[in-house]
């Protein structure tokens, strides 16, 4: 700043300690006067209450770009007063309490002093002076400026107290010590801490030999962490790598550290507990997964309840899949074409996964071969199957007819009906005599669809039913047949009811 006074004859004026001054000014200049100043301040604001009777006045602001005219007979005077006011030098103490109970005090003496504590620290930061004259100071964060105090009176000393000091939000911030006269000192703070971790190794699933292995982590701190990993104790070989890159947490810029490591599982001595290690001279931080062999999946022999599964038709189908391995593998199942309306019902259980496949009502279209196949990925599997045999009673038999009627004998044929899928047993032939309700069965083997009734009396009315038998069951009736027999010379007649 450039201070101009000018005047052509003696003045006479009153200065702060009230004595009578006279001069003859050209000019004078004074460098880095307030510069805390605003535009708009007059010199009652800056300088408080002064008689100015004598003089014209002109002060320029280089930092400010402002000019300022005062007309009056105490020029002389306001510029001795400017001098004695500009002696005043803040001084900035600054005393951090570490969660530990450490107490550490520091007092700023150059501009460009950097004062280092803990993330976590109590700050108690004191501004004051040693002047003899009546200075005031100011407390501020950032630049210079009324709008930055911390502190909004004008006592000395001025206290200012940051319970809990953070990274990276407090990081790097400017505090500083001034008289309103622009004297004083600033440091910037630096807060050191612990690493902060942004991502973790994941979870490994079991890989095989010769999968490729990749773990990575993410962390920033002050100072910057370095990032490793470890199998067991050992650093791997290959050796991580890491690279520095700028992100933003709360709105300040930080570094963020990334760390990788690849690696080929060419044999077991790779399998193991991987550690990445965080560490900086704040503490430390570590993350852990384990990277387990492949187990390749295995149905259970007696998961399934044989190569053949029996059931009668219109009853519950269950069939039962188990299998292990790691990772647990996933269970499909492949059904015969006709096969429909099937449910499932999956549970894990001892290291084994296990799956149901039910069916409320068997019907012959489910009949066929059921396969349970246990899969990882798409190159490992293990497969096991059964067929399903769906049976039932037999149908009777159709198409009776009655032949070869004599007065005592008639010959009986019919067609077999559906088996059940299960051999026939045998046949029976109910015969009754109507009149006598006399009955008398004929059985016969399951493969033979006809047979002889004998010792008939003659000229007699009779009703025949035929039924099948597997080991199932029996087989309904099939329709009655109503014959008589003849005597000599004539001839029977037969009734299909």
Partial sequence: MQMLISSSTPFRGRGQSGSAVTSVLETAEVSSFLPLANSTDTAEQIFGTFAVTVLSLEIQWPTFGMMTSQSGPAAFVLFLFVMRVCAGTGKLYVKSLTSQGTQITHVTTDARDRVTVPSSAELTLTCTGDDVSPVTYFLYKGTPNRGNMLVPTNRNPLTYIIPNVSFPNDSNVVYGCESWQGGGFSMTLV?????????????????????????????????????????????????????????????????????????????????????????????????????????????????????????????????????????LPRIVWILPRGASNASYNVTNQNQMIISRLEMNSASYEDNGNYSCVAMTGQFFQDRAGTAVKVVGQPDSPTNVTVSNVTSTTALIAFVLGFDGRLPILHSTIQWTQVASSQSRPIEIDGSTNFAVLDHLRPFSVYNVVIFSTNSIGKSSNSATVVFTTDTAGMTSCIVIV
């Fill in 191 to 327: 807060v050191l801490a612990p690493p902060v971790v942004t991502h973790a190794p994941d979870a490994k699933f079991p890989l095989g030999l010769g999968s490729n292995i990749t773990l990575e982590c993410s962390a920033y701190g002050n100072p910057d962490p370095s990032i490793s990993f470890l199998l067991g104790e050992q650093i791997v070989t290959p050796a991580s790598f890491a690279m520095v890159e700028n992100t933003t947490v709360d709105t300040r810029t930080v570094h963020l550290v990334k760390g990788r490591m690849e690696a080929t599982i060419s044999s077991i001595e790779f399998y193991g507990n991987y550690t990445c290690l965080v560490n900086n001279t704040q503490g430390k931080w570590t993350g852990s997964t384990i990277v387990r062999p492949l187990v390749k999946p295995r149905i259970d022999s007696e998961g399934l309840t044989g190569p053949i599964t029996v059931v009668k038709v219109g009853t519950k189908l269950s069939l039962t899949c188990s299998a292990s391995g790691d990772p």
